[in-house]
Nanobody, 115 residues
Framework: QVQLVESGGGLVQAGGSLRLSCAASGIIFSINDMGWYRQAPGKQRELVADISSIYRTWYGDSVKGRFTISRDNGKNMVYLQMNNLKPEDTAVYYC?????????WGQGTQVTVSS
């Protein structure tokens, strides 16, 4: 059974930084593409960034140049370094495999950016 546990969220002022972490279990982590997703109030969940099993990365236009996704296969962890945060980045952030498994969504971690 896949389990994904996100952590690292919090309240930060605009321009600040946070580093999110996601611990994965129940999968052969190293062969899976992984993604960070977010869902803001009243909006659909969206893909923010992903990293393939061969470390190829992709970023949404709204976060390009500010966010960095990385992974540690030895620890079954995926990270999201978020710099120069903006109020519009406020959302619950989730990790999941790519494409996402509907049954694998965790509780996410809340990121709130104040202006």
């Amino acid at each position: 059974q896949v389990q994904l546990v996100e952590s690292g969220g919090g309240l930060v002022q605009a321009g600040g930084s946070l580093r999110l972490s996601c611990a994965a279990s129940g999968i052969i982590f190293s062969i899976n593409d992984m993604g960070w997703y977010r869902q803001a109030p009243g909006k659909q969940r969206e893909l923010v960034a992903d990293i393939s099993s061969i470390y190829r990365t992709w970023y949404g236009d709204s976060v390009k140049g500010r966010f960095t996704i990385s992974r540690d296969n030895g620890k079954n962890m995926v990270y999201l370094q978020m710099n120069n945060l903006k109020p519009e980045d406020t959302a619950v952030y989730y990790c999941n495999v790519r494409p996402p498994r509907p049954s694998s969504w965790g509780q996410g971690t809340q990121v709130t950016v104040s202006s």
